[in-house]
């Protein structure tokens, strides 16, 4: 069974802090996503990864970079955290593309920017 | 890019009755649409996914449906119950090169015992 792992189930940071959220998965995925999920909205992408040191833009990039130097770890980084950041985040993986793989998903962060 | 759009956002339903959720996406190149269910304080889980080369699915209870004329897909689940509450996400996906999903908004779905 798949396991998407999320460092932290809860984060209270402060506005201006430097934040990293940390998403390991163990089924030697290609691909690994960031999703946002706030009320009404659904799940918005980030950023995404189909290979190490590979990352790709997703629909809400601003105020968020990532890193993946190892193909099972990506991190999501938020250099100067503000409060319109107060949300959860979603980590996922799935095989490589071309492949109609579903998305497995970690529990989630719920970040509390104050 | 695309955009997919989900209704109701909330749907209250008996025990027993059945329940759609309707979704409708703006790429015609896309081709492979998931469901996901979100239960209370989970993590999202593909329950299930269809491709543009059918028509209908069906899994159980749950079958979904695709119209790729009117680009739009729905979920229905027959004989509902209790534990079928949660936050339902329709998807739409391009599958070339990469997959990228692109997330309805949710429906809320509620099956009052």
């Known amino acids: 069974d798949v396991k998407v792992t999320q460092s932290s189930r809860y984060l209270v940071k402060r506005t201006g802090e430097k934040v990293f959220l940390e998403c390991v998965q163990d089924m030697d995925h290609e691909n690994m996503f960031w999703y946002r999920q706030d009320p009404g909205l659904g799940l918005r992408l980030i950023y995404f990864?189909?290979?190490?040191?590979?990352?790709e833009k997703g629909d809400i990039p601003e105020g968020y970079s990532v890193s993946r130097e190892k193909k099972e770890r990506f991190s999501l980084i938020l250099e100067s955290a503000s409060t319109n950041q107060t949300s959860m985040y979603l980590c996922a993986s799935s095989l490589s593309g071309g492949r109609y793989s579903p998305l497995h998903f970690g529990n989630g962060t719920r970040l509390t920017v104050t | 890019g695309e955009n997919v759009e989900q209704h109701p956002s909330t749907l209250s339903v008996q025990e027993g009755d059945s329940a759609v959720i309707k979704c409708t996406y703006s790429d015609s190149a896309s081709n492979y649409f998931p469901w996901y269910k979100q239960e209370l304080g989970k993590r999202p889980q593909l329950i299930i996914d269809i491709r543009s080369n059918v028509g209908e699915k069906k899994d159980q209870r749950i079958a979904v449906t695709l119209n790729k004329t009117a680009k739009h897909f729905s979920l229905h689940i027959t004989e509902t119950q209790p534990e079928d509450s949660a936050v339902y996400f329709c998807a739409a996906s391009i599958i070339t090169g990469f997959q990228k999903l692109v997330f309805g908004t949710g429906t809320r779905l509620l099956v009052s015992p």
């Open positions: 990864s189909y290979d190490v040191k590979m990352k």
